[in-house]
């Protein structure tokens, strides 16, 4: 069972950009879906972002045209790219990886955006 460290948060204004990193202490190239989840306070932990295997991907509706998941299985990262950040973007930014009925969720990355 990997182990799952986010870093890259921190504080930017509106309309800057940034990129979250999800580093697995072991291999995930086996892993069918890695994803990044967000939780803003007061609201619910929502979906962020989704990556298969072969890199198929899919977003969620208030991200979509301005963050990009990528994972690198040779590296055993995924990344968040985030641009044209909003406000509302401020969240607690988990990393989950998803095997059948196996979950493993990072312990977040706080992003931010702010003047």
């Known amino acids: 069972q990997v182990q799952l460290v986010e870093s890259g948060g921190g504080l930017v204004q509106p309309g800057g950009s940034l990129r979250l990193s999800c580093a697995a202490s072991g291999t995930i190239f086996n892993i069918p879906i890695m994803g990044w989840y967000r939780q803003a306070p007061g609201k619910e932990r929502e979906l962020v972002a989704l990556?298969?295997?072969?890199?198929?991907?899919a977003y969620g509706d208030s991200v979509k045209g301005r963050f990009t998941i990528s994972r690198d299985n040779a590296k055993n990262t995924v990344l968040l790219q985030m641009s044209s950040l909003k406000p509302e973007d401020t969240a607690v930014y988990y990393c989950r990886s998803s095997s059948g009925s196996l979950e493993v969720w990072g312990q977040g990355t706080l992003v931010t955006v702010s003047s």
């Open positions: 990556i298969g295997k072969t890199g198929n991907t």
